[in-house]
Nanobody, 116 residues
Framework: QVQLVESGGGLVQPGGSLRLSCAAS????????MNWYRRAPGKERELVAA????????NYRDSVKGRFTISRDNAKNTMYLQMNSLKPEDTAVYYC?????????WGQGTQVTVSS
């Protein structure tokens, strides 16, 4: 079965950096677009970044452009999100996502807290 496991979250000061990882199993990772979403307290879940199956195409929400970088290693079945210049408004639970056959699969999420 599809399994997505996020890691790398934590507490960081404004301006700091974190690197999130998403380890995938149970499907052919290299065949699917992968996504990072986040949900901040009291807000709807939002798409942060997406990467095509081969990693040749990426997309970001405007608020993270120039600060976050999505990448993947298909040999390791792993996706990453490098987050730099973090802001308090980036505080959220970050989720890894894949859509297969019109079904969404999610990891358990990893908490990112940006605070001084």
């Amino acid at each position: 079965q599809v399994q997505l496991v996020e890691s790398g979250g934590g507490l960081v000061q404004p301006g700091g950096s974190l690197r999130l990882s998403c380890a995938a199993s149970g499907f052919t990772f290299s065949s699917y677009t992968m996504n990072w979403y986040r949900r901040a307290p009291g807000k709807e879940r939002e798409l942060v970044a997406a990467i095509s199956s081969a990693g040749s195409s990426t997309n970001y929400r405007d608020s993270v452009k120039g600060r976050f970088t999505i990448s993947r290693d298909n040999a390791k079945n792993t996706m990453y999100l490098q987050m730099n210049s973090l802001k308090p408004e980036d505080t959220a639970v970050y989720y890894c996502n894949v859509r297969r056959y019109n079904a969404d699969y999610w990891g358990q999420g990893t908490q990112v807290t940006v605070s001084s």
